[in-house]
């Protein structure tokens, strides 16, 4: 087991899920989704750390809701713990970060330990969670550092039982995050180095990872990728390609990385000007991405013809992870984004991951590449 101090206290490896011992005695609150509880992950988490004094909720739907985060908190309080234990997918990691937000504008503070069992969406390191409000039909990211946990366990062995789908929808997130964050406003040497690692981690490793997902090299790999993408984006920021998954997945009921794989290679076009004819050739997001195109071992080319190389790299990855190229082939009709095209509109240009966007989208640039998604 390595010690890897960044944003918190982190520990990378097989079997290092023994570190929760640490809580051993202490009033641990176990967060968590049903299929990691049934597969045995929650109690051997418990057993670790003693007998009788932390309990399971194992409550976690996928996409946190406000009334999930409450029903979390409630939980928290009720058995009044003193360390809460996120362990799952980002969806069990986010409702836990909301919830602590909540506990710590009552003046109450908790221990927050991370442990992910996919691979991922960095949510473990990084001080962003999202929650779905039903009731208006969207997504919220929210951003704070409080919400950062005090320590995050990377056991990639936990992330052997993913089944194939959600290794290919969890990777593609990963991919995003690195490549947003590559391009975003907020980048600097150091998130650079954090996406450029991830991204030739991730880009040589999750098609392995998808076809032999009992096999350690891939999934370790793809959680450190996921682990340095997070630690990218939390400081670069992310972009469009985050803001319309966003709205996408509050419309249509899609899982997030699966909305990222099928908008990314549109928004790629987009910010390097392959919209415009001999385009912004020589913009900075162009430059960017026939970087990536470099660092990925893609051949080399001019600026225009990498970014198109990598475009299309991406569609080929997302091919061979069975990821459909359009929301039609999802079942979603021209009817059903006609009915709320202006709203998934607006709710891009009002996210909080747009402004780290490279390039500033208008209402008609958006739904140009909404209708492109749609297919
Ligand atoms: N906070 C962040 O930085 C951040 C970044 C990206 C996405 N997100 C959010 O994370 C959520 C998505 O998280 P996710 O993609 O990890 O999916 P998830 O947590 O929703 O899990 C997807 C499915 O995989 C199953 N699963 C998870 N681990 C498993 C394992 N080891 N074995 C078998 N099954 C397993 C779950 O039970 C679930 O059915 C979304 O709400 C998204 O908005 C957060
Ligand atoms: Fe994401």
């Known amino acids: 087991m390595e010690k890897l101090s960044m944003n918190s206290n982190v520990v990378f490896g097989a079997g290092s899920i023994d570190a929760l011992s640490a809580f051993n005695g202490r009033h641990v609150a176990i967060v968590t989704d049903p299929v990691i509880s049934k597969n045995g992950i929650a109690d051997s988490a418990a057993g670790l750390m003693g007998c009788g004094r932390s309990a399971i909720f194992d409550n976690i739907a996928p996409d946190p809701t406000l009334e999930q985060v409450a029903e979390c908190c409630r939980f928290i309080e009720s058995i009044k713990a003193d360390v809460v234990v996120a362990i799952g997918g980002g969806s069990a990691i986010d409702t836990v970060k909301a919830a602590v937000l909540v506990l710590c504008g009552k003046g109450e503070k908790i221990y927050f330990a991370a442990v992910p069992t996919t691979a991922g969406t960095g949510s473990e390191v990084t001080n962003y ?16 550092d409080r919400i950062v946990p005090d320590m995050a366990i990377l056991d990639y062995t936990l992330t052997k039982t993913v089944p194939k789908a959600v290794t290919a929808f969890t990777g593609m997130d990963v991919i995003t995050h690195a490549l ?32 032999h997902g009992d096999e350690d090299a891939p999934r370790e790999n793809m959680m450190m990728a996921s682990y340095l993408a997070g630690l990218a984006f939390t400081k670069a920021g992310l972009g469009i390609c985050h803001s319309i998954a966003h709205a996408l997945g509050a419309a249509f009921k899609m899982p997030h990385g699966e909305a990222n794989a099928i908008v990314l290679p549109h928004v790629i076009a987009f910010n390097g000007g392959l919209d415009v004819p001999f385009g912004a050739d020589k913009s900075p997001s162009a430059l960017r991405y026939a970087e990536v195109a470099r660092i990925i071992g893609l051949p080399s080319a001019g600026t225009r013809l990498s970014v198109q190389y990598l475009v299309r790299e991406i569609e080929n990855l997302n091919n061979k992870l069975s990821i459909p190229k359009t929301l039609m082939q999802l079942g979603v009709n021209a009817a059903d984004m006609k009915e709320r095209r202006a709203g998934i509109i607006q709710s891009v240009l009002n996210d909080g991951c747009t402004p780290a966007n490279p390039v500033e989208p208008d209402a008609g640039q958006i739904g140009r590449i909404l209708d492109r998604v749609l297919g």
Not at 180 to 209: C, I, P, Q, S
């Open 129 to 144: 969670t999202v929650v779905k409000d039903v009731a208006a039909g969207r997504k919220i990211p929210i951003s704070d």
């Open 180 to 211: 947003e964050a590559y391009v975003a406003n907020g980048k600097n040497a150091v998130t650079d180095a954090y996406a450029e690692k991830a991204l030739r981690l991730a880009f040589g490793n999750l098609h392995e990872a998808y076809l």
